[in-house]
């Protein structure tokens, strides 16, 4: 709403990653940004599971998962819930020293667009807004090139050409793959979310992160 009246000539970009891989990479920069490895806990050791199901338990208290109400209710109740589960997140409780803060929230993408798809609600607002995975930004293992023509085009501007040899989404090393486990509880959460996509953006984000399973 503030972007829309403070700056409605505004063109939007949105790229959405997958959100298990999203989830993981903000744990580990955050961890290693507030160094919590040195630190001990109520909840013990801090770990990326620590960090998911402390979310989880403020997401299902919002009554927007693991309650089969959600996808019943009117945009207006689910709103309300979205809105009820921030102002918990923003108190800060059930959270550890910065960290542990959305992971998996942050990654349901559907209730995010649809929040701005209630202001940009015609067919002229809808062309300001473009979204794009993010893995399609990817450079090209051989040439490294990043194709961003989709991006000028939607700017308006003349194409570039962007080379880009540096490992993308390295924020930290010494931490281990997603365990299978987790990965596949996450990926439970967010499969209706991410078929919700598929309703909002069309039949291009149907089952949009198959790989990830």
Not at 160 to 183: L, M, Q
Not at 188 to 197: A, E, R
Request: hydrophobic content about 35%; proline content about 4%.
């Amino acid at each position: 709403e503030k972007v829309k009246t403070i700056v409605p000539w505004t063109k939007i970009i949105m790229l959405l990653r997958d959100p298990v891989e999203r989830a993981y990479s903000q744990f580990k920069m955050l961890y290693a940004l507030f160094q919590v490895d040195t630190h001990e806990h109520k909840y013990g050791k801090v770990t990326f599971e620590t960090c998911i199901d402390i979310d989880i338990q403020k997401l299902t208290g919002a009554g927007i998962i693991y309650d089969d109400t959600y996808w019943e209710v009117d945009d207006e109740e689910r709103e309300r819930r979205w809105l009820n589960y921030w102002d918990v997140l923003m108190t800060n409780k059930l959270t550890i020293l910065g960290i542990c803060e959305g992971e998996v929230a942050r990654g349901l993408y559907s209730m995010q667009l649809r929040r701005w798809f209630k202001e940009y609600n015609t067919t002229e607002e809808r062309k300001k807004i473009f979204i794009t995975k993010s893995e399609k930004l990817l450079p090209d293992e051989n040439t490294h090139v990043i194709d961003i023509k989709p991006i000028t085009d939607f700017i308006g501007i003349d194409e570039i050409e962007v080379i880009f040899k540096e490992k993308i989404h390295a924020t930290s090393s010494g931490f281990d793959p997603i365990k299978d486990e987790t990965r596949q509880k996450l990926n439970k959460i967010f499969d209706p979310f991410n078929k919700d996509l598929e309703r909002l953006l069309g039949d291009e984000w149907k089952d949009p992160w198959p790989y990830s399973r």
